[in-house]
């Protein structure tokens, strides 16, 4: 099975992309369903230098509590663009992170289909700059929650 490539020029779909007026307090935001990969996970666990052996070593992961190869708890930040179309109002390029907390309840593991449940808890305007407040909580295929936060962004105007 070949590994679904992600768009790396971040303004390719800014034209279809919600905006500001668009986003609705209490909305879900459209979602797709993502089968994460090993291939994906040690990719991701490269490029931000955890190598780790929980994600790469199988007799290691086995022997382990988790029993088998896990996932890093930050993959939530690969899932979030893995789990939203081109069109979605957070990957807005000129976003920027205000702040988040997360809880993290089980690993994701290789071959896991993941699911987003997300949406806009609210929106308002303070020394003139757009902010979005939202909540996200990622399923695994057993309805497992795997992770749910609440970010702050600052949205581009």
């Given at each position: 099975?070949?590994?679904?490539?992600?768009?790396?020029?971040?303004?390719?779909d800014?034209?279809?992309?919600?905006?500001?007026?668009?986003?609705?307090?209490?909305?879900?935001?459209k979602?797709?369903?993502?089968?994460?990969?090993?291939?994906?996970?040690?990719?991701?666990?490269?490029?931000?230098?955890?190598m780790?052996?929980?994600?790469?070593?199988?007799e290691?992961?086995?022997?382990?509590?988790?029993?088998?190869?896990?996932?890093?708890?930050?993959?939530?930040?690969?899932?979030?663009?893995?789990?939203?179309?081109?069109?979605?109002?957070?990957?807005?390029?000129?976003?920027?992170n205000?702040?988040?907390?997360?809880?993290?309840?089980?690993?994701a593991?290789?071959?896991?289909?993941?699911?987003l449940?997300?949406?806009?808890?609210?929106?308002?305007?303070?020394?003139?700059?757009?902010?979005?407040?939202?909540?996200?909580?990622?399923?695994?295929?057993?309805?497992?929650?795997?992770?749910?936060?609440?970010?702050?962004?600052?949205?581009?105007?």
């Amino acid at each position: 099975m070949t590994e679904p490539s992600f768009e790396t020029d971040f303004w390719k779909d800014a034209q279809a992309r919600k905006i500001w007026d668009d986003i609705v307090p209490g909305e879900p935001r459209k979602t797709i369903p993502y089968t994460l990969t090993l291939d994906a996970i040690q990719k991701y666990c490269r490029v931000v230098g955890d190598m780790h052996p929980l994600y790469f070593d199988e007799e290691y992961a086995r022997n382990s509590p988790y029993k088998g190869l896990i996932a890093p708890p930050a993959i939530h930040i690969l899932l979030m663009f893995a789990c939203t179309p081109a069109d979605d109002w957070m990957r807005s390029p000129g976003t920027v992170n205000a702040g988040q907390s997360w809880s993290y309840n089980i690993p994701a593991r290789p071959g896991d289909v993941i699911r987003l449940q997300a949406r806009a808890l609210d929106k308002f305007i303070k020394k003139d700059r757009l902010f979005a407040v939202h909540d996200n909580v990622f399923f695994n295929q057993h309805d497992e929650v795997i992770c749910s936060g609440r970010g702050w962004t600052i949205r581009p105007m």
